[in-house]
């Protein structure tokens, strides 16, 4: 069921349209291709589809690029471009009186991007100077060091945006145009639209007028999921000059991550790992051995990440202690305080709504994890479904996959690689 102040509609087999009305001045645009990131890059193109992200919002047909700085500052527009590993995309925002303006920029920069080849030659020394920055920042290098440590050569997560600088230094306007065409072909096209927004028929006007299917069989499917998997270890002890002294430390179990469970897994996070949730009050109020921890759930692996820095010589009484609460989670969860926790998370969650993005981008998640149509207020009714049996059988599975746990232990102190050989 609808939220009152959201819609989505699926205009043609590739664009998504979603409407977010909100009382406000600012109108907030996103045009977003799923599936137009850097991973769909084929050799001799890494990092190609950056400098094209950079490229696309440069300038129009009437304007040049300095020109067009000025229009937007006139206008007091903010517009950007961007490119993860699996999208694309382009945000604007502005006075909501401007919308059909606003609209129409945003739908040329989209379909009829201005490629000049001065424009690639300065967006390209751009483009090499950033790649050259970032490489060169120590949180950067030591993070893809670690995904090269614990995941596959081929997974997602040890895919670099930034791509090869000499594949950049070759890009050729016709590069350029051959990769937002791929684009315009084979994505998802989204178009997310947040605020005071005056006429809805006008913007679906403007997408049948723009576009265009010539092989829907090209299009890839919105929930398309990359190659991502973690290697095999029990314990791996990471030693590197790049970290820090502490140790930071990673607990990968395996864990389902379904939509049938959307609301019953955000209540175990907040359950187990919030500012107040049992595991973490107990390590950081009654035994003080970490200040924070947090969890993060990964589809792609069907793994649940728990992470926390500590001091080295504590990092073993953590985890044993974090196993210890999670085996016996009969007496040590907190299962009268269920409806406590569903009532701030449901209230955390409506004071989100106030964002410009949140509920778009909350449906456009599901979207494009699941392919379903998922919006705020069915999360709230699922999350008042969730009765005590319900979180029984998820800790008991939590439990029963706690000897495939998987430890990764980040540091500079060398002394850690004593740990190698030990498993909690």
Partial sequence: MADSNIQYQQILPNFHLILN????????????FINGGSWFEKSGDRGKKHLLEHCLVDRTKEMDYKEFRDYQLAKSYNLNAYTSELNMGITLNGHYLDQTEMLNLLFNLAFKPILKQLTLDKEK?????????????PNYRLFYQVMKKIYTSDSLNNHEVLGISEDVEKT???????????????????????????????????????????????????????????????????????????AEV??????????????????????????????????????????????????????????????????????ENI???????????????????????????????????????????YLKGFNKIYYPDDFFKDLNKIKNINLN??????????????????????QAKELENWYW
């Fill in 125 to 137: 020394e751009i483009v090499l100077k950033e790649i050259v920055e970032r490489r060169g920042n």
């Fill in 21 to 32: 009305n909100k009382d406000r001045e600012r109108l907030f645009f996103e045009f977003i």
């Fill in 323 to 365: 196993k210890n609460m999670l085996e016996n989670y009969k007496n040590q969860f907190e299962f009268n305080k269920l409806d406590i926790f569903r009532d701030n998370s449901i209230k955390q969650l409506r004071m989100e709504k106030d964002k410009p993005f949140y509920e778009s981008n909350f449906v456009i998640d």
């Fill in 250 to 319: 990673s607990v990968f179990l395996p864990f389902k991550v379904d939509f049938d469970r959307a609301a019953i897994n955000h209540i175990i996070d907040r359950m187990l790992f919030s500012y107040y949730g049992n595991i973490y009050k107990f390590l950081r109020e009654e035994k003080k051995l970490i200040y924070s921890m947090s969890s993060y759930r990964y589809k792609s692996l069907k793994m649940l990440e728990i992470s926390f820095t500590s001091s080295l010589e504590k990092v073993k009484e953590i985890l």
């Fill in 172 to 246: 050729t306007i016709n590069d350029l145009i051959r990769l937002q065409e791929e684009n315009l072909k084979k994505s998802q096209l989204v178009l997310l639209v947040s605020g005071n927004i005056k006429n809805i028929e006008n913007i679906k006007d403007k997408i049948l007028n723009f576009v265009s299917i010539k092989n829907e069989n090209e299009i890839l499917p919105i929930d398309y999921e990359a190659k991502n998997k973690i290697k095999k270890f029990k314990t791996k002890v990471i030693v590197s000059n790049l970290a820090h002294e502490n």
């Fill in 393 to 414: 059988l998820i800790l008991e599975e939590i439990k029963n996959n706690l000897n495939k746990a998987q430890i990764l232990i980040v540091t500079k102190n060398k």
